[in-house]
């Protein structure tokens, strides 16, 4: 079975949703097909404890407010909650239980082949399928010796499995320290292993929460992304409770070790301890495998695009990438602004050449950078 829309927008996370949103506002015919059984995204998947860095009136989609204070921040079901009922005021087609499987070009731009077998064809496409799929997994030095466990974040739910454990987490981030501070409280040792020390930084300033500030200097919506090669450590927003479990050493905070060995970790300043479990907070790459056939990705599976709009086919799009545009582009308060302009852009392609291989005279010029 085959349908023709204006626009497929494959995955149905808020990257997915905000870009339905802006699609069905200009007026175009949408059809959002998602993997999983709802279209809310990564987000059920998450830390249980998860709580939102943003407060709700940073926090929302376009055309719906978070509901609630707007100053409080919101845990992971509440976010799950809002994806869901927003879903539900959108005109746009929305699928579950249906994974795309590939894309390849098609007489009317795109066609998009799908796991039930059905195949969807539009003249614009746009890419919302995040990183979850796609946890980034470091080579650990030692790994092949190492007979504990070895897990990332995107695994990881509850501390309750960890208690009396000695437990090392890899990374600097946001999840990194979330995690590690939380398995203190029950692991029996954990340690933060980093490249660089966690950068953390106060959630408040002069009476204000982070996001007013970074929303007042126009540093959340500055279109610096094009120029970040190597995306910043990302600092950590805290109310005081991480930086004091850290300065109390719970937990400790160390280079990242030399080498894992049978039951052991060693360490940079000559010293051994005990590791049963290892969890890389390691980050996430885009889960774009999908779109591999279609020779719109570099080798390493990156997508090639300038601000969200691919340098390789016109039509076609992505959302939800770290960077894309501003530092607030892979965020739930700075998707939709980059949807409403991704949307604009795409609808201006001529017809005569979407879906094609190459923009016009732009092969070899620097917008096939990333
Ligand atoms: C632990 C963690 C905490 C975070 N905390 C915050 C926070 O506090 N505030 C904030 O603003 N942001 C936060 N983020 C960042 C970001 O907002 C979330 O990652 C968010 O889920 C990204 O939304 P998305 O729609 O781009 O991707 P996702 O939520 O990952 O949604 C992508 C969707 O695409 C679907 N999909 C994938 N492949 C296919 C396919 N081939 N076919 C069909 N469907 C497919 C998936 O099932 C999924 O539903 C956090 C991220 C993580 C990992």
Redesign the pocket.
Known sequence: MSSNVDAIV???????LAAAHHLTHAGLQATV????PEPV???PH??DS?T???PARY?SLPGRPFPGDPDHYPDRDEVVEYLRDYATHLSADIRTD???TTATPDSTGFAVHTDTGEVFTAPLLIA??????NPHRPDLPGRDRFVGTVMH?ADYRTPARFADHHVVVVGAG??AVQIAVELAETAATVTLAARRPPKVVAQQAFGRDIHYWFTRTGLDTAPVGRFVERPPTVPIFDTGHYKSALAAGRPAVRPMFTGLDTESAHWPDGTTTPVQTVITATG?RP?LG?LTGLGALTTDGAPRHREGLSTTHPGLGY??LEWQRSLSS????G?GRDAARLVTRLARTPVSVRGSAEWPGTSGSRLGRR
């Not at 097909?33 to 999983?36: K, P």
């Not at 919302?128 to 799929?133: C, E, I, K, L």
């Not at 892979?330 to 308060?333: I, K, P, T």
């Open positions: 494959v995955g149905g996370g808020q990257s997915g097909l998602e993997a999983g995204g990564s987000w998450y830390y998860l939102l860095f943003s926090s249906i994974r795309v919302a399928t995040g990183g979850f799929g974040a946001n999840s996430y889960d999908w959302l939800g892979a965020s739930l308060r998707v």
